[in-house]
């Protein structure tokens, strides 16, 4: 045998024996195996010291295709992120998958008193987390309630929220929405400030649910403070990241107001200059409307 066909002998054989390595899967777990997550609210007990965490995860069991998959709820107690969700495993025979959570819900105290870095730093970290989640600040007293569903609700919470949010941004514009991965990039930049949505409870009809209320303004790691709704929408203008919105005026001197604008296009331009010693800033926005409504008939 010359040279040329050892090497290819040898090649031959290496291919062979890879391939038989590489087959199959090498971490297989089937879906009765596992507590797969939809959704994250993040507390902090300061009595205990402790991470709270609350786990929305699709409940299989009895599932069908008139009813769905419904959420439940898993509650878990630790020293650290991870030791909070090694400890539910205690509860249940099953270990949670993160490969597949919709929303990270952070408690409003936790983020302005020690900052949502951490948080975000271990799902970021985790080898099975989701790394375009969406993260939101809990205007409540807890993270918990937010992804809780009321008696006799029928679908998972934690997917009709990021639903919710990721249309709000591209529909109302009345809130900040960003995937986990950017938060951090941002927030580790020498721009160290996002808006992340804002999260509360509210009453529709016979239920409490869990609705978008505006932006939550994370500066340096720690939440400063909330806009509303209408606030959010030119703070995404002024940033020229409105997709698309309503903007309503008033040209008559009816109590309402009488028109109609919707946003379909949005630019901003950004300078400063520093005179008498103070920095000032001018923004330049420009927008593609259509008159959508009319009420006061001008031409």
Not at 9 to 32: K, M
Not at 110 to 122: H, K, P, Q
Request: net charge neutral; with cysteine.
């Amino acid at each position: 045998m010359n040279k040329r066909s050892a090497r290819k002998a040898c090649f031959l054989l290496l291919s062979i024996i890879i391939c038989l390595y590489l087959t199959g899967c090498w971490n297989y777990r089937g879906l009765d195996q596992m507590n797969i997550v939809v959704g994250i609210a993040v507390d902090f007990n300061k009595a205990e010291n402790l991470y709270d965490l609350s786990f929305e995860v699709a409940s299989l069991a009895g599932a069908n295709k008139e009813s769905g998959i419904v959420g439940r709820i898993i509650n878990a107690q630790g020293k650290t992120i991870f030791d909070a969700i090694r400890n539910a495993k205690r509860k249940e025979a099953d270990k949670l998958f993160f490969g597949s959570p919709h929303v990270l819900v952070i408690n409003k105290y936790l983020a302005s008193e020690m900052g949502i870095l951490g948080v975000i730093d271990f799902f970021l970290r985790d080898g099975e987390g989701r790394e375009s989640m969406c993260v939101a600040i809990s205007q409540e007293e807890t993270a918990a309630i937010i992804i809780e569903s009321t008696e006799g609700a029928i679908e998972m919470v934690s997917v009709n929220l990021h639903e919710i949010m990721r249309e709000e941004k591209n529909i109302m514009g009345s809130a900040a929405q960003m995937e986990m991965y950017k938060i951090f990039s941002e927030l580790s930049s020498k721009k160290r400030s996002v808006l992340l949505p804002a999260l509360r409870k509210v009453k529709n009809g016979d239920s409490i649910v869990s609705e978008a209320n505006g932006s939550a303004i994370i500066k340096e790691d720690k939440l400063v403070g909330f806009l509303n709704p209408d606030q959010s929408k030119y703070a995404l203008m002024a940033q020229g990241e409105l997709k698309s919105s309503i903007i309503t005026l008033g040209l008559t001197h009816n109590l309402a107001n009488d028109i109609s604008l919707e946003i379909f296009k949005n630019k901003a331009k950004k300078s400063y200059k520093i005179e008498d010693g103070k920095i000032k800033v001018k923004i330049e926005v420009e927008n593609h409307v259509a008159v959508s409504e009319n009420q006061s008939f001008i031409n």
